[in-house]
């Protein structure tokens, strides 16, 4: 398809892919639209007189445990191409960019402003190109000066909760791409012995995955030590390790159903 209108010849689409090689974790996984609607198509006719505007929206007040996950299901039935959490002094701020694939998307995105994500009442503003690219070169300025964090928005302490976090044989995964499936999970923990039985990808109430998934191991040795696997790439994503519960896990995969 060919999208035209963007003066320095992207889109969107391209700039998300763009960001993402920046940094270094490769194209982002928020899956295709559900059904066809004019949200999804192109405009039958070129901007004449300027061209469109860059599709983009600033949140704030996020939930500081906010994933993609959280703001693709946020923002459901709309096209995203990027998201761009922004942190300061290594934290995540609570704000973050999204990019969509057309502009006429940005007025049905305003449409969640002050709608709760979690608890937490999130503020939707139309932005600018040049505001989602400054925040881009900060991020990635803090990415390749080794900050720890990369791209990770979540809460200090729980972060550092994981070390100290009692292991029983259970582990969450969270930042898997939607087209993960059992033997990729089976493949990244290739060192430990696990069963298809013993991985439960979670999905949303459309029966679409999460993004999470549960993996049981042989023992809460095995577990822990599986935790070294933490942060690294599964295809072009890096992924998260938790340490998690039976119940944890149970709840999450009845959710789905």
Known sequence: MFYRGYPDGGDGREMGA???????????FYGTSTGSSFMYNPPPYGYVAQPPPFPVVRLRGLPFDCTETDVAEFFHGLDIVDVLFVHR??????????????????????QKNRQNMGRRYVEVFRSKRQDYYKAIANEVSDAHGGSPRRNAPRAKSYDEGKDSAEHTGVLRLRGLPFSAGKDDIMDFFKDFMLSEDSIHITMNSEGRPTGEAFVEFASAEDSKAAMAKDRMTLGSRYIELFPSSM???????TRGR
Do not use: W
């Open 89 to 110: 002094g290594g934290k995540f701020s609570g704000e973050a960019f999204c990019v969509f694939g057309y502009p006429l998307q940005v007025d049905f995105a305003l």
């Open 18 to 28: 763009k960001r993402q090689r920046l940094v270094d974790q490769g194209p982002s």
């Open 247 to 253: 119940e944890e896990m149970e709840e999450a995969v």
